[in-house]
């Protein structure tokens, strides 16, 4: 059992830039895959980047690709989305999953991300 909790998310203007964490539960935290997602108002959930176990590769979203960046410290048992030149398309709740073979698994409860124009 994984146990994500996110944080980092807020009120920002656009233009300007966040960091958002995932803290896991665990002690095999490298054995897995972590993604993010988001989901907007009134939008399904979206993919928007992940990193595979030990941080090997990577893969975004098209929308993510130049501004976003996913990163993971797996002895902190944390993974972070570096998010640049926030536009308010990019308003959402952010999520984080892990997942052990090929399906996501887990998930955290969200962080809310809005970004004002």
């Known amino acids: 059992q994984v146990q994500l909790v996110e944080s980092g998310g807020g009120l920002v203007q656009a233009g300007g830039s966040l960091r958002l964490s995932c803290a896991a539960s665990?002690?095999?935290?490298?054995?897995?895959?972590m993604g993010w997602f988001r989901q907007a108002p009134g939008k399904e959930r979206e993919f928007v980047a992940q990193?595979?176990?030990?941080?090997?590769?990577?893969r975004y979203a098209d929308s993510a690709k130049g501004r976003f960046t996913i990163s993971r410290d797996n002895a902190k048992n944390t993974v972070y989305l570096q998010i640049d030149s926030l536009k308010p398309e990019d308003t959402a709740v952010y999520y984080c999953?892990?997942?052990?073979?090929?399906?996501?698994?887990?998930w955290g409860q969200g962080t809310q991300v809005t970004v004002s124009s």
């Open positions: 999953a892990a997942g052990l073979s090929g399906s996501y698994e887990y």
């Open positions: 665990g002690r095999t935290f490298s054995s897995y895959t």
């Open positions: 990193s595979t176990r030990n941080g090997g590769n990577t």
